[in-house]
């Protein structure tokens, strides 16, 4: 088995899927990337069992085969190489007992003074294969728009393990709309697009993609224009340039986000959205964590968002100007929740909606009124 192929692009290849390889396997079969030599082209692929990724290359010399090869050792060696290509040769251990290298590796440049190295490699046999979905249950989507629709929502996926419905967003479709949604229970984002076409989602059950191929999808968008999903059982499938992905879907039923959703706000606040993200920022250090609860305080004509900590004895306070005359109204919130969505957004002006210390705060992005994202209230 042998090829040859550009560096610099093996190594982008193994970068956009080497997240995938779960750290606390190492030195096990997941830790290995799976490497497929095919005519004119060379596939790579990661997974850790839920998730699976496989990206091409383009080859020259090509000698076909399969083998496995440390993930972490073949990456830091490409990523040293001082060559424009590189050239894998693979030679098979006759006298290799079972258990041990079935491969040597030989990786080395075109140049002179390029190092060669020399690693191990093994048999695929039982290395997870990514799966397919035929082409009449994918859907297409540009890939700035699923970008824009992870990036708004994405920060709401719960980091806890013991609501495991929570660790990944939930995909919607209605027709040609998609809408995305993400929560902890404490806070929520959700955004919808009308695509060019009818989705091609389930009707029964909820379609929750985990966080780790959410991140795995972001690093594959910017392969190609357009990306096809698709879901067959209950598993999603990507199809982004020469990059593919398959992952298990989260099994749950993800709450019915509408359901939160205030009917109706009292009080609506234009402001610049990076003079508010100022603010929020200078009191979050007196804040304490895990809850780092501030307080936002209305009165004519100005709002006071004040942080303390009661360990320390800290305290910080910064006024905003805004547009409100009515009675003064103190609400207490999750200052990281807040700085996280409005971080998200890109548009100069958000519109905060409030009701009562009671009731969630409401962001509406200035320019998309499809987006909406709530951060639930705390007892202050």
Do not use: W
Not at 112 to 118: E, K, N, P
Not at 297 to 319: K, N, P, W, Y
Not at 331 to 348: C, E, P, V, Y
Request: aromatic residues 6%.
């Amino acid at each position: 088995m042998k090829f040859q192929t550009n560096r610099e692009s093996i190594d982008k290849a193994v970068r956009h899927i080497d997240a995938i390889i779960p750290n606390r396997d190492m030195g096990t079969m997941l830790s290995n990337l799976l490497i497929a030599i095919e005519p004119n082209q060379v596939a790579i692929t990661a997974s850790d069992m839920e998730t699976t990724a496989r990206i091409t290359v383009a080859a020259s010399n090509t000698v076909s085969g399969q083998f496995i090869i440390p993930a972490k050792q073949f990456l830091e060696y490409v990523s040293s190489l001082l060559s424009d290509d590189l050239i894998v040769e693979v030679e098979k251990e006759e006298d290799a007992e079972e258990g041990l290298s079935a491969f040597r590796v030989n990786l080395k440049g075109t140049k002179d003074t390029s190092a060669r190295y020399v690693m191990p490699g093994n048999s695929p046999k039982s290395f997870p294969t990514l799966n397919h979905v035929p082409n009449d249950k994918l859907f297409s989507i540009s890939s700035a728009i699923l970008e824009e629709m992870i990036r708004k929502t994405q920060y709401a996926i719960s980091q806890e393990d013991n609501r495991y419905i929570y660790n990944g967003l939930c995909f919607q479709g209605d027709g040609t709309q998609l809408t995305i949604v993400g929560t902890d229970g404490r806070r929520l984002a959700a955004i919808t697009r009308k695509l060019g076409a009818p989705l091609i989602l389930p009707t029964e059950g909820d379609t929750v993609v985990h966080a780790k191929a959410i991140r795995e999808i972001q690093k594959l968008i910017d392969v190609s224009d357009e990306v096809l999903l698709g879901v067959e059982q209950r598993d999603l499938f990507v199809r982004v340039g020469d990059a593919q992905l398959s992952s298990r879907l989260l099994e749950g039923k993800f709450p019915d986000y509408k359901r939160v959703l205030p009917k109706e706000v009292g009080i609506v606040l234009k402001m610049q959205r990076n003079k508010l993200i100022d603010a929020l920022q200078q009191i979050r250090p007196v804040t304490e964590p895990p809850s780092h609860q501030c307080r936002m305080i209305l009165e004519s004509g100005r709002m006071h968002i004040t942080g303390q900590s009661s360990g320390s004895g800290s305290r910080g306070d910064v006024a905003l100007d805004v547009d409100y005359t009515g009675e003064t109204l103190e609400f207490g919130f999750n200052i990281t929740f807040l700085i996280d969505i409005l971080k998200a957004l890109t548009s100069a002006t958000v519109l905060l909606g409030l009701n009562d210390a009671n009731k969630p705060l409401v962001v509406h992005d200035g320019d998309d009124p499809d987006f909406i994202a709530l951060v639930m209230p705390m007892k202050i």
